[in-house]
């Protein structure tokens, strides 16, 4: 019998991505994925700022980038009627404006998930000897008094027991757990039927004077995109809107996925080798709630959504980290189980938000079994960058402090930098004996107190807390402002202070000296973990 603290069901990126994250916070857990390894065929590569900022605090960000598709081509999308033929439109993705990239220390990444993958992979390993297990399928859940129980079979068919006190079902679309607890889904399933094909062909006749991320492709008789990978010889292609067109997924072949690329390509000599084909359907469906006692649903086990747009594995993997530093904190003792409570209020608005935003896109594109003639997409694709940084997390774990807020008008557009209760805390540039240094970088590990050495009492307060500790950052002291613009962007005077949780999300913030700061800041702590005993 394994006993273990977590059992992560689902070694795709959010499985991984949860087990690295409890591993950060000192937690063991076992991942079973049934597949022999990680993923074959590139799927997402869109990593978005808010994601790159998650694993630059887990120290994963140049691992990633090293991977990842030249940054050139991340500036531009690009419709043709085919590579050869006649282009219909070029378009810059918004959220990669000079604007939008300002809003934080880590920028936008493109970085195939056939390729991301083994990072999370090697980085979970080498956290947590022995704790992954790919080609082991879980059998068999049980949920018991405190836990779970269940049973996973490895390939040889041998089958193990094992006893969870929680389990992340990080097990996808079609999760099993979810089926098994009875969550339904609520939305639009089969928006469109698809194709994807992965392939090695020298596209750069065609494409190395036009970098772009995506190159979609609008004939009267096919709609797909090519994926860009590394920009020279190994591409996705993704068909769209199968039916529609009077294709089934059975003809894709790999003499058809040929033809068909090179009619895309508009060109019948390019020599095209087939790596991979895979046909899904693409859907926009939320589970109704995220937790079933000591299930948690994360990743597409818990939303299902188009492509279009790029947030399906950037809203999984934020969910593993909303919930793995609250798992952490509840395992560790230092909170109340009613913390886990609000992993669902927390994250299900986000999974909603970023599901109906990225189906509003596909409509706009005509991409749906409802196919139209619509071609070029909503003003909000890729410019989503409220989407991006804007969630504003609302739960017990969050202690509103009554100020007015400066609430965006259109909340998938725009996003306005603020360290409200419940946001995330925004980037501003900082430096540290002259290096550079940005907020980001000092949050993602610990409850963190930011303050001015006007607020040296919040400081004196925050020493006074060891369980947990509070890290805590004098701006203007040992880390300089050069900008002198974070008072106002945090929303606190001279004398305030902010409490940023280590998911990075802020938990609390004074506008100003208490007239207790010791008290005040330990009930803040108490209030947000959710404790019933409250802690000095
Ligand atoms: C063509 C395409 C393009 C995309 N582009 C983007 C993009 O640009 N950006 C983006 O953010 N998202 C994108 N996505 C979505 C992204 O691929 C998914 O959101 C992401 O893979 C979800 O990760 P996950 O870990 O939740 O689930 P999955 O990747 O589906 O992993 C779940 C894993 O659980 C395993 N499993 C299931 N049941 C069991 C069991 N009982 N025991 C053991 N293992 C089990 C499965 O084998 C699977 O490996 C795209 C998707 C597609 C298809």
């Known amino acids: 019998m394994i006993d273990v603290p977590v059992l992560i069901v689902g070694g795709g990126p959010v499985g991984l991505t949860a087990s690295i994250y409890l591993s950060h916070f000192g937690i063991e857990s076992l ?26 605090q887990l120290g994963l960000e140049a691992a990633i980038r090293a991977v990842s598709m030249p940054a050139r081509f991340g500036g531009m999308i690009l419709w043709a009627e085919s590579l050869a033929g006649r282009e219909i439109k070029r378009l810059a993705p918004g959220r990669g404006s000079a604007g939008n990239l300002a809003l934080s220390v880590a920028g936008n990444c493109g970085c195939a998930q056939d390729i991301f993958e083994p990072v999370l992979r090697e980085r979970a390993e080498a956290a947590g000897p022995g704790r992954l ?25 041998t089958s193990e027991q094992v006893h969870a006190r929680y389990v992340i079902a990080a097990d996808g679309a079609q999760s099993g757990i979810r089926e098994q607890l009875g969550i339904t889904r609520q939305g639009e399933s089969d928006v469109y039927d698809s194709v994807n094909i992965h392939l090695r062909a020298d596209l750069t006749p065609w494409i190395s004077d036009r970098p772009a991320g995506l190159y979609l492709i609008e004939q009267s008789d096919l709609r797909g995109t090519f994926l860009t990978i ?32 090179r009619r895309a390509v508009g060109s019948n000599d390019v020599q095209v080798e087939v790596l991979g084909v895979s046909a899904w359907s693409a859907s926009a469906m939320v589970a109704q709630r995220y937790r079933s006692g000591p299930v948690f649903l994360a990743g597409d086990a818990a939303h299902e959504m188009p492509p279009t747009g790029g947030f399906g594995l950037n809203t999984g993997v934020q969910d593993a980290q909303n919930l793995a530093w609250k798992l952490a904190a509840v395992l560790r003792g230092e909170a109340g189980e009613a913390l886990l409570d609000t992993y669902d209020p927390e994250r299900r608005p986000v999974g909603e938000a970023t599901t ?24 909000e694709f890729l410019n989503e960058i409220g989407l991006i940084f804007g969630a504003h997390y609302q739960s017990a774990a969050v202690l509103p ?3 007015p ?82 008072l106002g962007i945090y929303g606190i005077d001279d004398d305030g ?14 506008r100003s000296m208490a007239a207790q700061p010791a008290a005040t800041l330990a009930a803040a702590l108490n209030a947000i973990l959710c404790r019933e005993d409250a802690r000095p």
């Open 133 to 157: 297990s790919f080609g082991t399928t879980m059998t068999d859940l049980q949920i018991e008094a405190q836990g779970v129980h269940a049973t996973i079979r490895d390939a040889s068919g």
């Open 230 to 261: 590394n920009g020279t010889d190994r591409w996705g292609f993704l068909v769209t809107s199968l039916s529609h067109y009077g294709y089934t997924p059975e003809q894709f072949n790999p003499a058809f996925c040929t033809e068909i690329v």
């Open 405 to 486: 807020e400066r609430s965006p008008e259109d909340q998938v557009q725009q996003y306005v930098p603020s360290a409200a209760p419940g946001c995330r805390a925004p980037h501003v540039r900082l430096s540290r004996e002259g290096q550079p240094l940005s907020t980001i970088d000092l949050v993602g590990r610990d409850f963190v107190l930011f303050t001015t050495p006007r607020g040296a009492a919040w400081a004196d307060a925050a020493a006074r807390l060891s369980d947990p500790g509070i890290t805590c950052v004098v701006i203007g002291a040992e880390v300089q402002n050069p900008d002198a613009d974070w």
């Open 31 to 56: 991942v079973v994925e049934r597949h022999p390894g990680t993923a074959i065929l590139p799927k997402a590569r869109a990593l978005n700022a808010r994601t790159m900022e998650m694993y630059r």
């Open 497 to 510: 202070a902010v409490l940023v949780r280590p998911d990075a999300h802020v938990g609390w913030r004074s």
């Open 401 to 403: 402090d009554g100020q």
């Open 356 to 379: 109906h935003s990225s189906l509003l896109n596909a409509l706009s594109m005509g991409r749906t079994s409802r196919q139209t003639q619509a071609v070029l997409p909503r003003g």
